[in-house]
T-cell receptor
């Protein structure tokens, strides 16, 4: 069964450094998403991406964040200058239609 | 804006007990409703869904019915197993107002089933 994959599974970085989180969505999916889950809190929407552009973003997704689908298979989330409060589990998701989003296993980002 | 409120737990049950996890929602439009499950150390898996009023989603013995009149989508299972121990998230997807199918999640309910 096809699945969404994410790399790395765990990323440790120092405050102020740039990080890129990578995702490979399911191959025929059209909609792509990033969510994050701070430890012990709810899963929060960051951004959605469709037809090679951002279709919606949350207040969390400020100028420090960007997304890209560079080669038709990968979907990346970049944080330009990480802060301590960016420490969280980041989930990528993809869907073919509006109804079912399939999630990857997540990348745990630790900012020190 | 949209929101989901679910029973926070933790919930601890014995094997074969009956499970209910309450979920209510607020949405501007006519949302689709979902339950996701997160097993320890893993990502989110779609457990079941319902897209219109009175629809019943079901999977692996779990059920939830979309109740528009009470804006609820409670998760139930008649006989839980140890392997059901996980965090359960209620979520909605509302396309009104230009929302592009993003999911809005509840806080999650930790379920522990003891043998």
């Amino acid at each position: 069964e096809p699945e969404v994959t994410q790399t790395p599974s765990h990323q440790v970085t120092q405050m102020g450094q740039e990080v890129i989180l990578r995702c490979v969505p399911i191959s025929n999916h059209l909609y792509f998403y990033w969510y994050r889950q701070i430890l012990g809190q709810k899963v929060e929407f960051l951004v959605s991406f469709y037809n090679n552009e951002i279709s919606e973003k949350s207040e969390i997704f400020d100028d420090q964040f960007s997304v890209e689908r560079p080669d038709g298979s990968n979907f990346t989330l970049k944080i330009r200058s990480t802060k301590l409060e960016d420490s969280a589990m980041y989930f990528c998701a993809s869907s073919f239609s509006s109804y079912e989003q399939y999630f990857g296993p997540g990348t745990r980002l630790t900012v020190t | 804006g949209d929101s989901v409120t679910q029973m926070e737990g933790p919930v601890t049950l014995s094997e074969e007990a009956f499970l209910t996890i309450n979920c209510t929602y607020t949405a501007t439009g006519y949302p689709s409703l979902f339950w996701y499950v997160q097993y320890p150390g893993e990502g989110l898996q779609l457990l079941l869904k319902a897209t219109k009023a009175d629809d019943k989603g079901s999977n692996k013995g779990f059920e939830a019915t979309y109740r528009k009149e009470t804006t609820s989508f409670h998760l139930e299972k008649g006989s839980v197993q140890v392997s059901d121990s996980a965090v359960y998230f209620c979520a909605l997807s509302d396309r009104s107002g230009g929302s592009n199918y993003k999911l809005t999640f509840g806080k999650g309910t930790l379920l522990t089933v003891n043998p």
